[in-house]
């Protein structure tokens, strides 16, 4: 019994390191063993890499050592694991869910490594060329490759304490830094597109349904995939959903409006259809990957020139409040956002909104002449050098109102001013007038 260095003369004059373990009599006295390869080599004949080489080997030898005087049949057990499958393993492990993500991130996994990973090659190095790979990946952007790969850690993670590799050794590879949010496109859907959604066929009816559902109540695909009848009910007289958030784990109240009650009743009647032995769940729906071919196909039916997928219904029932004249920590509680920062990078689009909406207003005919003041005429060195003209709003006048709430958001977003008296937010300046008219 014990754990010895074994050292294997190779054909090219270098010795090769291995550890041998022995544990315990099998059939026929011999002791039971098994080896692992150190993946170190080198001639003796170069003495101080020679020695440096074996050093590297006792050091590995002292760790298994270590886990043999611990637990025997746990380090026999984890040898016989490791010669698994790590492809195998993430299929499995993601099997009962398949979320696209999983799915996706499987995919790069099989691709980069030809679908087979024994659990004995998995380290740090290899961990370290997977992530190369996916950013050299041109079919997927940073923050998917962020994802991919905090996915494969994950289950690495999983995989160490179920026992089928040695270490943990994720920590040793940095992740892959995502973008701002700000940074990201966000596609939502103005009332026009919405309209065309409707009109257009789709090819499972539930799903039409449940989309549309979350462009009016704002749920996530997983609070609407989980919602049952009994999480419906009134308050004061008005419709709600009470539940918890799959994602935060957070109690919820969200408010349903008209168009979404009007849903819920079209969806009581695809019950037969779609559950008929019944079903506690208000929505039926397929799996995530085939959700997303059946979204894709139906906005191009409605005619929209972008991949139509479920959150898109977020983005819009946000939108739609915000361009309403919602206020934005409603919209923050409709969205069961923790951080209200989160619900501000909603404000940007609601602003595009806002202004495709005023652009639609009629406009005036060219005048045939215009008398033009010399006073109107100004240089553009002097339009340079002429500070701002800062004028007090008069007591009681709407600039004044403007400029108070303006203010009271500011200080609810502890917004700071610069030199000239403005408020930066989202990446513009604003007087406190202006600011109260943009959010």
């Excluded at 019994?1 to 373990?21: N, P, Q, S, T, W």
């Excluded at 690495?156 to 050794?169: L, M, N, T, V």
């Excluded at 994720?170 to 939502?188: L, W």
């Excluded at 997983?222 to 709600?240: C, Q, R, Y």
Aim: charged share 25%; proline share 3%.
């Amino acid at each position: 019994m014990g754990v010895k260095i074994r050292e294997r003369k190779l054909a090219g004059g270098e010795v090769a390191f291995y550890i041998d373990v022995y544990h315990g009599e099998i059939d026929e006295g011999k002791p039971k063993r098994f080896s692992v390869k150190t993946g170190l080599q080198e001639n003796p004949k170069n003495r101080k890499a020679f020695n440096l080489a074996k050093a590297e080997a006792e050091d590995q030898r002292r760790g298994y050592e270590k886990d043999f005087q611990a637990d025997p049949k746990g380090l026999f057990d984890r040898k016989a694991k490791s010669a698994g499958d790590f492809v195998e393993y993430l299929r499995t492990s993601i099997e009962n869910t398949s979320y696209p993500v999983e799915v996706n991130a499987l995919k790069k996994i099989v691709s980069f490594s030809g679908g087979l990973v024994p659990f004995d090659k998995l380290n740090n190095e290899w961990l370290e060329r997977f992530k190369v790979y996916l950013l050299s990946e041109d079919s997927i952007n940073q923050n998917t490759a962020a994802s991919y790969l905090g996915l494969i850690s994950k289950t690495i993670r999983q995989a160490w304490r179920s026992g089928f590799i040695k270490e943990d050794f994720t920590g040793k590879v940095t992740r892959i830094k995502q973008k701002k949010r700000e940074d990201i496109q966000r596609n939502y859907l103005t009332l026009d597109d919405i309209e065309a959604l409707h009109n257009a066929y789709c090819k499972n009816e539930m799903l039409k349904q449940a989309f549309l559902f979350g462009c009016f109540s704002g749920l996530r695909i997983s609070d609407i995939e989980l919602l049952t009848w009994d999480k419906i009910s009134f308050v004061n007289g008005a419709p709600f959903i009470k539940f918890r958030q799959k994602k935060t784990g957070g109690y919820e109240e969200c408010a349903i409006p008209e168009q979404a009650v009007k849903i819920l009743m079209e969806v009581k009647k695809l019950h037969p259809e779609f559950a008929p032995d019944g079903n506690d769940r208000v929505f039926i729906l397929p799996n995530r990957q085939l959700i997303s071919k059946i979204l894709h196909i139906w906005g191009r039916e409605a005619g929209l020139t972008w991949d139509l997928h479920f959150h898109v219904s977020r983005h819009t029932m946000a939108v739609m409040m915000l361009s309403s004249g919602s206020d934005i920590y409603a919209v923050s509680k409709q969205l069961g956002h923790d951080d209200i920062g989160t619900t501000q990078i909603y404000c940007n689009l609601a602003s595009k909104a806002r202004v495709r909406e005023v652009n639609r207003l009629p406009t005036l005919s060219e005048p045939s002449a215009v008398a033009i003041s010399p006073v109107m005429i100004v240089s553009s060195q002097e339009q340079i050098n002429q500070p701002e003209l800062v004028i007090t709003p008069k007591a009681g006048s709407i600039a004044e109102a403007l400029q108070a709430k303006g203010e009271k958001v500011a200080a609810a977003l502890s917004l700071r001013q610069n030199a000239a008296g403005k408020y930066e937010f989202n990446g513009q300046h604003y007087t406190a007038a202006e600011l109260a008219m943009e959010v």
